[in-house]
């Protein structure tokens, strides 16, 4: 259970890093008439990258969906949320009225 939250961890902060991988593969197979837009590629990154952490689980023989998918969230969303948390320390209370 715990392998898989890593994988699925590991597979949503991965995904970034895949996308222009997958954007050079997926430019050969399809067609100049049909483009992928961006938000089109992040998933297929995303999902593909699902994907091989579940193959990956599988053969690691623990397969579990929920515990996968909790950590591909977290690790979606994990860096986004650790920046908010950094940004808490140093408060932006906007333009100084002093100064305008």
């Known amino acids: 259970m715990l392998a898989d939250l890593i994988l699925g ?4 902060a991965g995904a970034p890093y895949a996308e222009p991988k ?12 049909a483009p992928i837009t961006g938000a089109e590629l ?3 990154s995303f999902a593909l990258c699902l994907v091989g952490a579940a193959i990956l689980a599988l053969i690691f023989g623990e397969s579990e969906a ?3 998918t909790v950590g591909a ?28």
């Open 9 to 12: 961890i590991a597979a949503g």
């Open 22 to 33: 997958i954007k050079q593969a997926l430019e050969g197979v399809l067609l100049s008439d």
């Open 42 to 44: 992040r998933m297929v």
């Open 66 to 68: 929920f515990p996968l």
């Open 73 to 100: 969230v977290i690790g979606v969303f994990g860096p986004r949320i650790i920046d908010r948390f950094q940004d808490r320390k140093h408060p932006d209370y906007g333009p100084d009225p002093d100064k305008e």
